[in-house]
């Protein structure tokens, strides 16, 4: 019998962009600036705290709005394949059991891409039972901003592209 059960938030979208461009994108963002280009309703802040950006061991702290509420998050950058992958974790080591593993996957496509945002986490069931509700709408809060970076994203690159 788990304790903890996982939940995976998972968001595709194709980019009519070279894999090269999604991933110069992502690791351009090393400041307020170019991470509010990216989701400006939402982000608020960025700023690396230890290491060089986007290098596996580095760690990083964002602010951004979801649900309407401020979150400051601190993450260490945990695998970098360049034009493919970045995987993340919080930088805490105990919020890693119930957040283990962030990810932004790039495939490659005859005529762009596919850009996928991975997030996952792990609830108990007193939570499952007793929140229900309020889960509920931290999900779908967490997958509205997901959709929202990744036709960001599309907008972005594609009228780069024009």
Request: with cysteine.
């Amino acid at each position: 019998m788990r304790i903890l059960e996982d939940i995976i938030l998972k968001d595709s979208i194709e980019i009519k962009a070279a894999p090269e461009a999604v991933f110069n994108f992502l690791t351009g963002i090393t400041d307020d600036k170019s991470y509010q280009v990216w989701h400006p309703q939402d982000h608020v802040a960025f700023c690396w705290i230890k290491g060089e950006p986007w290098k596996e061991g580095s760690i990083l702290r964002a602010k951004e709005y979801i649900k309407g509420e401020l979150h400051t998050l601190t993450f260490c950058v945990t695998k970098v394949i360049p034009n493919k992958t970045i995987e993340y974790v919080p930088a805490f080591w105990l919020l890693r059991i119930y957040y283990p593993k962030n990810s932004f996957i790039i495939e490659p496509k005859r005529d762009g891409c596919i850009f996928t945002a991975m997030g996952s986490f792990r609830v108990g069931r007193l939570v499952k039972t007793f929140a229900k509700n309020k889960l509920a709408s931290g999900i779908a809060s967490v997958e509205k901003h997901m959709k929202e970076e990744g036709e960001n994203l599309k907008r972005i690159l594609e009228n780069e592209n024009l």
